[in-house]
């Protein structure tokens, strides 16, 4: 199953499939780390719920909401 990982739940493991950002913020997600077949999983959220924390390939990272939910990701359904 597909879905982005601004949808995701704390404790929610998935693999990044694509990155459907463009131009600068396309690039930054990708020197972050976040590219196709990296494994993320949801760590904490803000308590309005922006900005979120994530664990990608061993260290831990935050988004914006706008940002996560440009990674599709998959997850086991």
């Known amino acids: 199953m597909e879905k982005t990982l601004d ?3 704390i404790g929610d493991v998935g ?37 979120i924390e994530i664990t990608v390939r061993g260290y831990e990272l935050t988004l914006r909401k706008a940002e996560a939910a440009c990674v599709l990701m998959e997850v086991e359904a």
């Open 15 to 51: 693999i990044v499939r694509r990155v459907v950002a463009e131009g600068k913020v396309k690039r930054r997600l990708f020197d972050m780390g976040i590219t196709p077949g990296a494994e993320a999983k949801l760590r904490k959220r803000a308590p309005l719920g922006d900005p």
């Open 7 to 9: 949808t995701f739940e």
